[in-house]
């Protein structure tokens, strides 16, 4: 059986490269077989490299403002504002181009319609970004729907048509991609979940990386639940193994991928709350264990933590140095005071972009192990949990 895997794998050629050979010592066969291990090198191999980089710069981290149509209706709702495509260009215009940015924020993750539009004034919102030093990136997957055969839990579409798709989306100017899927703790998860999980990400990623787009993998591990952390570092080991042993199967490089995991906590339900230290010792336990330095960067999501909790606990992961970057790329812990300051008033504009870069700044800070949380107020304390949060 071993020597047909050898075989097949022999037959590797020309669009591989880094091979390199050992002997296969049987003592049936006085001159063993060459054995060829691949890593395989695509046309934009040293651009995904330099994008991934330039992503993770000290002192940065991505502003995710991919929410779909309908969950940007959600964001808009909760200021009282009908979700109108003009509304949603007035809000991500108010984002993205909020004086000084690009200090603290070196991607941005944009819903395909973002990729699109230009500002009221017609400069194309990708340039907006490429004048501030802040790389294009584009939410490629197509949600989550339900997965027959599990235990109430899901799947995430998108890989139909993806290549072209990424094609169009690096031509549009995006050098980076998301792909967000999630794993339940309290569905279990099943084996068949994350199974699918890991191996539709891992193929994303391959369909990513031959176009040109950095790959953020991202499996979100739910907040949801009434679970000890212990058991979060549980399945997220769990998930996390089996998104390497997937990623490395599709011969993804790993030098130019982008991870998004969720911080190890307790479950949102559970009777106690963790403490920046405790969620920081956790999550870079499962880190260390799971995360191959070749990786160049860590990018969190927020998933409802409070904005004063994420960048606390992003804080506490670097009070000592680290494999790769550890950093964020928030959408509710980065929001969330912006749109309760703009409340759709044109008067509030610039002060809301005032609290972008208060928010921007103070996770800059906690990327370089340096924030302290003195002067938070207090919506910057409100938890942004929502039980079975769609995205
Ligand atoms: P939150 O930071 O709101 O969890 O969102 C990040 C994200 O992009 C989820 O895919």
Same mark, same amino acid.
């Given at each position: ?70 969950? +940007? ?25 909020? *004086? ?27 340039? +907006? ?16 729907? *339900? ?8 799947? +995430? ?29 309290? +569905? ?39 679970? *000890? ?163």
């Amino acid at each position: 059986m071993a020597s047909a895997s050898f075989v097949k794998l022999n037959n590797l050629s020309s669009p591989w490269i880094g091979q390199r050979s050992f002997a296969h010592h049987s003592a049936s066969s006085p001159s063993p077989p060459r054995v060829s291990f691949a890593i395989r090198a695509g046309a934009y191999s040293d651009e995904l490299v330099k994008t991934a980089k330039s992503i993770a710069s000290p002192g940065r981290g991505i502003l995710a403002i991919d929410e779909s149509n309908a969950t +940007c209706g959600k964001r808009l709702a909760s200021i009282g504002l009908d979700n109108t495509e003009e509304n949603r260009q007035a809000y991500r215009q108010l984002l993205l181009t909020t *004086p000084g940015l690009g200090d603290y924020i070196s991607g941005a993750i944009l819903f395909e319609e973002t990729l699109y539009q230009s500002t009221k004034d017609g400069k194309k919102f990708v340039d +907006c970004l490429r004048d501030a030093n802040i790389v294009p990136g584009i939410k490629v997957d197509k949600g989550l729907s *339900p997965l027959p055969g599990s235990n109430d839990e899901s799947w +995430c579409q998108g890989l139909d048509g993806l290549a072209s798709r990424s094609a169009e989306y690096y031509k549009q100017g995006a050098r980076f991609a998301k792909w967000r899927t999630v794993v339940s703790v309290p +569905c279990g998860p099943s084996a068949l979940a994350v199974k699918e999980a890991a191996w539709g990400l891992a193929r994303y990623a391959a369909i990513s990386q031959d176009n040109g787009l950095v790959p953020i993998v991202e499996p979100e591990i739910l907040l949801d639940g009434d679970h *000890p952390i212990e058991r979060t570092l549980e399945v997220a080991e769990k998930v996390w193994s089996e998104v390497f042993f997937y990623l490395a199967q599709n011969n993804v490089m790993f030098e130019g991928i982008l991870l998004k995991p969720s911080m190890v906590t307790p479950g949102a339900e559970h009777k106690n709350k963790a403490s920046p230290e405790t969620v920081a010792e956790h999550t870079l336990t499962m880190l260390k264990r799971r995360v191959p330095p070749a990786v160049p960067g860590i990018m969190f999501l927020s998933g409802g933590q409070s904005e004063a909790e994420a960048t606390l606990n992003l804080n506490a992961m670097n009070q000592n140095p680290n494999p790769w970057h550890v950093s964020f790329s928030y959408a509710r812990a980065l929001q969330n005071s912006v749109l309760r300051t703009w409340q759709g008033k044109p008067e509030m504009f610039e002060a809301s972009q005032k609290a972008l870069l208060v928010r921007a700044k103070a996770n800059s800070l906690a990327q370089l192990g340096k924030y302290s949380a003195e002067g938070e107020n207090e919506d910057a304390k409100r938890g942004m949990f929502v039980k079975g949060y769609t995205y």
